[in-house]
T-cell receptor, first 112, second 111 residues
Framework: NAGVTQTPKFQVLKTGQSMTLQCAQDMNHNSMYWYRQDPGMGLRLIYY???????DKGEVPNGYNVSRLNKREFSLRLESAAPSQTSVYFC???????????FGPGTRLTVL | DQQVKQNSPSLSVQEGRISILNCDYTNSMFDYFLWYKKYPAEGPTFLIS?????DKNEDGRFTVFLNKSAKHLSLHIVPSQPGDSAVYFCAARGSNYKLTFGKGTLLTVNP
């Protein structure tokens, strides 16, 4: 039982490049989330998926897209990376929306 | 507008003593509050929660107190241990079921 897994752990991009962050959970949770954490800031919600087949914007969605591929997987895509997107990205899941969330280990992304 | 505030960026306590981490909120619609603990290079882990209909919840060394009239909650750790050294995030659930997180407090427990 791995919980929430994220790939890659680290990534360096050049401005304008694209990439997809992968997230998977094996807890049969319905809801999944993407957050970013910046120095001195709390966790800010980018997008979430309350259930398979639905996605909604969070607090800071600009510059990102998401796909809820199936119940297990929720990916985050940066189409044209910008230095302002340098951050640590966390994926999380919960049984249903509003319950306590379980977090992955994070992806540290640097955009040059 | 920061709806969940953790006004102390850091806190240092001696091993064996009590650690008290504070959190204030402004949105009276928040109905559920959670504390998460985060070690460096790891994801946050859920620690303890409290519903807005309660004023106290206890789990081992961890107790969360909620004062709704003051819109204030606190996490008490007794006794504090060096392994408790981490960043602690307070989070609150709104009517849309989304969590709003505070900026975190770095707790250092000195042996």
């Amino acid at each position: 039982n791995a919980g929430v897994t994220q790939t890659p752990k680290f990534q360096v991009l050049k401005t304008g490049q694209s990439m997809t962050l992968q997230c998977a959970q094996d807890m049969n949770h319905n809801s999944m989330y993407w957050y970013r954490q910046d120095p001195g800031m709390g966790l800010r919600l980018i997008y979430y998926s309350a259930s398979e087949g639905t996605t909604d914007k969070g607090e800071v969605p600009n510059g990102y897209n998401v796909s809820r591929l199936n119940k297990r997987e929720f990916s985050l895509r940066l189409e044209s990376a910008a230095p302002s997107q340098t951050s640590v990205y966390f994926c999380a899941s919960s049984v249903d929306r509003g319950n306590e969330q379980f977090f992955g280990p994070g992806t540290r992304l640097t955009v040059l | 507008d920061q709806q969940v505030k953790q006004n102390s960026p850091s806190l240092s306590v001696q091993e064996g003593r009590i650690s008290i981490l504070n959190c204030d909120y402004t949105n009276s619609m928040f109905d559920y509050f959670l504390w998460y603990k985060k070690y460096p290079a790891e994801g946050p882990t859920f620690l303890i929660s409290i519903s807005s209909i309660k004023d106290k919840n206890e789990d081992g060394r961890f107790t969360v107190f909620l004062n709704k009239s003051a819109k204030h909650l606190s996490l008490h750790i007794v006794p504090s241990q060096p392994g408790d050294s981490a960043v602690y995030f307070c989070a609150a659930r709104g009517s849309n079921y989304k969590l709003t997180f505070g900026k975190g407090t770095l707790l250092t427990v000195n042996p």
